[in-house]
């Protein structure tokens, strides 16, 4: 049975600082996803990872995979408050004749003034 | 591209009756479709895959005749919820995948009085 796991599950930063959020899986796959969940709402693509050795950059957010360590990072540089919202991970798993998306947890992030 | 709809937004009923949800993709396609369940700071539930002009393929747990799926064109999918009951209140999220991407739409939050 694929187990994703995030950790932390909560994080409280100071604006500026830098922090990671870490996903690891349990059995081989090769596509992983991050997401973004503001409160009330649905769920906002942040990052597709194909391969070993994807690393994607978005502003203040850089994503990377390592499918030998089944474990991707989602990393924080220079937190400010926006970036406030639960993040997710989530990896392919085939089954019932179909590709489905397992997630994590969930990290919620507060970026504190 | 890839946008994916959902109505109603927001829903209350009284317990007992049905209610109906809709999910579309708006600009693209989709044969398969899922439908999640997110309970408040939760992590997304998988309900079911939809499939078009076939029968929805049903998660461990999930009871077939109470959460009824149809996915009767490429762009639409419905989830039927029956005799709704206030344990059924929830927020409704379904996704429609295009390649290996699933698109998310905003969700539908049902409470059941």
Redesign the interface.
């Known amino acids: 049975e694929l187990k994703v796991e995030q950790n932390p599950l909560f994080l409280s930063m100071q604006e500026g600082k830098n922090y990671t959020i870490y996903c690891n899986y349990s059995t081989t796959s090769d596509?992983l996803?991050w997401?973004r969940q503001d409160p009330?709402?649905?769920?906002?693509?942040l990052f597709?990872l194909?391969s070993n050795g994807a690393v994607k950059q978005e502003g203040r957010l850089m994503a990377s995979l390592d499918t030998k360590a089944r474990l991707s990072t989602l990393h924080i540089t220079a937190a400010v408050h926006d970036l406030s919202a639960t993040y997710?991970c989530a990896v392919?798993k085939w089954g019932?004749?179909?590709?489905?998306?397992v997630?994590?947890?969930?990290t919620?992030l507060t970026v504190n003034p | 591209g890839a946008v994916v709809s959902q109505h109603p937004s927001r829903v209350i009923c009284k317990s007992g009756t049905s209610v109906k949800i809709e999910c579309r993709s708006l600009d693209f396609q989709a044969t398969t479709m899922f439908w999640y369940r997110q309970f408040p700071k939760k992590s997304l539930m998988l309900m079911a895959t939809s499939n078009e002009g076939s029968k929805a393929t049903y998660e461990q747990g999930v009871e077939k005749d109470k959460f009824l799926i149809n996915h009767a064109s490429l762009t639409l999918s419905t989830l039927t919820v029956t005799s709704a009951h206030p344990e059924d209140s929830s927020f409704y999220i379904c996704s429609a995948r295009r390649g290996y991407e699933q698109f998310f739409g905003p969700g539908t939050r049902l409470t059941v009085l």
């Open positions: 596509r996803y997401y009330g709402k649905s769920l906002e693509s597709v194909l997710f392919d019932g004749g179909s590709e489905k998306l997630f994590g947890k969930g919620k």
